[in-house]
């Protein structure tokens, strides 16, 4: 942030990450920012952002050259993540795109399915979704029932997914499905455009206003032998890896919207006066926001440390669940806190701090639950020989 609420120095990113971060600064005030609460009304952004966020690369900031990407490291997807979370605009669907479901195409996929997609999602011609979740199975994935048949070279695949972001923008969805025959669940790229493929409505939430999140039905779709990505089977595993980065994307996006919610409430309690002094003199105000600030310089220290530990290429599923635990904990608890000390127009949509809380409590559900998280430390505490 500008003025750092946290004053504790971020070590990671160097002077490029930190141009990147002005331009990336300048185009969330000019192009997104004033748009916002009209896209929460509406329930989605418009594809014309996309396309003009692609123009100035702020999609898939980590994808490689050959195929339109600036091959970056991750520390210029955490840059996009935190500016958006800066500016109270959780709206773009960004991250699902960028961090959750093009790394699958990246690590995955065949030169030729890359050649399909990936430059036009690169420069946001076209939009992808992570379709995993389906109503009977979100913790337990294994539950799934989405099935895919072999049909001559292709497959036929059949199945419902729910709760897919950017479900009504996407063309492309990773969906994960099992094929006939096999215990094992494999992934599957899945044009959006193909007869068969349905979308439910764009789904009412208590948050999250402007990104849109449906149901998706597959209705026997035809897909290309090509649409397997990777190889038969090996589906969660690569789910396993991937939610790694969508666990740390988390956490980078949550704590920077924790930071953005407590500089907005110590600014509103120098403003705020009650029985004849500002709110902020007052030891009650003192002392939560105090408490606040500890708990997000410790958010940040974990979450910059992960950011090192990430590029490097040395996070572990077990670190990536725990800081998600915590740091969409500490948002939670962030935003309550800041409510509070906003009174009764902390309530109103009007103050962003109303928004926050509302968008904070999907965190502890989506990519995995407070509880599934503890699962995965536990795991660590008692290693199978
Ligand atoms: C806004 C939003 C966006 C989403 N976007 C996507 C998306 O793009 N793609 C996608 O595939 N999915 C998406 N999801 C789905 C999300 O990942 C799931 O909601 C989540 O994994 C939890 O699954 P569930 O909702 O079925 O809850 P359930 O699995 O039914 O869990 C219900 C409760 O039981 C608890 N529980 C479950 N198992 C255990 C256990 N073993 N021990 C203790 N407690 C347990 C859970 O923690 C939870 O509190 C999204 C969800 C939301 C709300």
Known sequence: MN??????PRRVFSPEHDAFRDQVRRFVAQEIAPHHQAWERAGVVPRELWRKAGDMGLLC??????WGGAGGDYLYSAVVLEELAYAHAPGPGFAI???MAVPYLVNFGSDAQKDAWLP???SGRSIAGIAMTEPSAGSDLHAMQAQARRD???FRLSG?????????LADLFIVAARIAGDEAISLFLVDAALPGVRRGRNLDKLGHHAQDTSEIFFDDVALPAGALLGEQGQGFRYLMKGLARERLTICVSCQARAEAVLRDTVAYAADRKVFGQPLSELQNTRFVLGAVKADLIAGRALVDRLLQEYVDGALDASSAAAAKLWVSEAL???ADTCL??????GYMTEYPVSRVYADARVERIAGGSSEIMKEIIARTLWPRR
């Open 3 to 8: 003025d750092d609420i946290l004053t504790l």
């Open 61 to 66: 900031p980590t994808a490689p050259e050959p």
């Open 97 to 99: 795109h960028s961090e």
């Open 120 to 122: 036009n999602l690169v």
């Open 152 to 154: 001559g070279e292709g």
């Open 160 to 168: 419902q997914k729910v709760f897919i972001s950017n479900g009504q």
């Open 332 to 334: 939670g608890r962030a």
């Open 340 to 345: 509070q000390v906003h009174g009764g127009w």
